[in-house]
Nanobody, 115 residues
Framework: QVQLVESGGGLVQAGGSLRLSCAAS????????MGWYRQAPGKQRELVAA???????NYADSVKGRFTISRDNAKNTVYLQMNSLKPEDTAVYYC?????????WGRGTQVTVSS
């Protein structure tokens, strides 16, 4: 059974930074795309950033230039470095990974940016 565990969320002032981590555990023999999504209250879940197995990245327009996604395959971990945070970045952030051909989600970590 594969599990994803996120960490790094919290409360930060506008302009601050946070780094999210998402580590996969279990029987893992194949890693593919990884990504971060977020869902704000009353809104649909949206893609924030994604990274392929070949390290190609994709970002939502709203976070380009501020957020950076990266991965460490040896640790089965994906990261999201978030800089210049804005109040509108407040949301629950979810990790998503394609592992062993299957789709897995983390439980989410709260990010709150105060103005």
């Amino acid at each position: 059974q594969v599990q994803l565990v996120e960490s790094g969320g919290g409360l930060v002032q506008a302009g601050g930074s946070l780094r999210l981590s998402c580590a996969a555990s279990g029987s893992i023999y194949s890693l593919n795309a990884m990504g971060w999504y977020r869902q704000a209250p009353g809104k649909q879940r949206e893609l924030v950033a994604a990274i392929t197995s070949g390290d190609n990245t994709n970002y939502a327009d709203s976070v380009k230039g501020r957020f950076t996604i990266s991965r460490d395959n040896a640790k089965n971990t994906v990261y999201l470095q978030m800089n210049s945070l804005k109040p509108e970045d407040t949301a629950v952030y979810y990790c998503h990974q394609i592992i062993n051909g299957g789709s897995y989600w983390g439980r989410g970590t709260q990010v709150t940016v105060s103005s």
